[in-house]
């Protein structure tokens, strides 16, 4: 396999950081990297915090210099975690008229040492919960000012959720998922729920766990009524890095490619019924600079005066050889 290639495999087994609600959703999405960029604010910049505005569309609010692991949308702001050095804990404030937001409104809240990868982040009551679920599921709490180190559990590869002020961690498990929740400090359960495919996520919808299954490039969405496993729906599986989160529509599977290509499903709720693949196109609502609304007319500027400096070269040439 080509090396273009095994990178595309490893983007599309990395989950899209997002998150959504009854409300909003949000996501990280790609800038082209194909696309020439003449603002030198902006150089370097290469992904962005975007806000879906309508059922095509949607505005980067917040551009960054790094991929974000996860985000979660916590006491009206959103809170997201990267893991260059160490785990570092940022908060872009959102103000309520527009939920637009500006390069004074992102905050580092902190910094945790750990040798782990944090693979998410939930809020839990007060708190925001970065998860490591490696080997084992490693959990470590922010109150906006100290880390506790909550209850580990001997999990590979789980995916964490909030379940009215609980914690519902879910993993693969060769005949499905396997599920346990966090109660008053201890870990319980180890039900497994039995589907064809593989565990992907869990999600949250109307306090119903929803667990995420693939299997070749299809993709099944689970609802559990009492641990009773129900099919919720089905859908194919986005190219680049995908999620599925809750949104107004229901539910939104969400795909972007590193060309910047961002594409939607989504799904209803409760009835599961998929509409069609639509491709969300980029708007610009507040706050860019000229360049960054119309970065084609610079490229059609220098050639044009490239042309005009090159014709009028011409004709003093040949003004000179005629006075000649």
């Known amino acids: 396999m080509s090396t273009i290639g095994i990178l595309l495999c490893l983007c599309s087994a990395q989950p899209l950081a997002s998150i959504g609600n009854g409300n909003e959703v949000w996501f990280v999405g ?15 910049f290469d992904y962005s915090i975007c806000r879906r505005i309508s059922n095509d569309a949607f505005t980067p609010v917040q551009r960054l210099s790094r991929r974000p692991v996860d985000m979660v949308l916590h006491e009206g702001n959103i809170w997201f975690v990267d893991d260059v050095s160490g785990t570092s804990l940022y908060t872009l404030q959102l103000t309520r ?18 040798e782990e990868t944090p693979t998410g982040v939930v809020s839990l009551g007060s708190s925001i919960v970065v998860c490591y679920g490696g080997d084992t599921l490693q959990l470590h709490s922010f109150n906006g000012s100290v880390w506790e180190e909550l209850p580990s559990l001997n999990l590979a590869s789980a995916s964490v959720a909030s379940l009215e002020g609980e914690l519902l961690a879910v993993a693969p ?4 998922a396997e599920l346990w929740s966090l109660i008053e400090g201890k870990w319980q359960g180890g039900e497994v729920v039995e589907m064809q495919g593989t565990f992907r996520e869990v999600l949250i919808k109307d306090r119903w766990p929803l667990l995420i299954f693939t299997e070749g490039q299809r993709g099944q969405i689970i609802g559990l009524q009492e641990s009773a496993p129900i ?8 190219k680049g890095r995908w999620s ?8 939104s599977i969400l795909g972007v490619e590193r060309n910047g290509t961002t594409s939607v499903v989504d799904i209803g709720w409760p009835s599961g019924r998929e509409v069609g693949r639509i491709e969300l196109k980029q708007e610009f609502l507040y706050g860019l600079s000229f360049l960054e609304k119309y970065p084609f007319l610079i490229a059609a500027l220098l050639l044009s005066l490239f042309i005009l400096l090159r014709t009028r070269k011409a004709t003093l040439k040949k003004q000179k050889n005629e006075g000649s």
Request: aromatic share 4%.
């Open 30 to 44: 790609d800038q082209d990297p194909t696309v020439l960029n003449f603002d030198s604010s902006t150089k370097g």
């Open 97 to 114: 008229e527009n939920r637009q937001a500006h390069s004074r409104n992102i905050s580092l809240q902190s910094v945790l040492e750990v």
């Open 173 to 176: 498990h060769q005949l499905g």
């Open 231 to 238: 099919e919720i729906g089905s859908f194919d599986v986005p």
């Open 244 to 251: 599925v989160v809750a949104s107004p529509l229901g539910l």
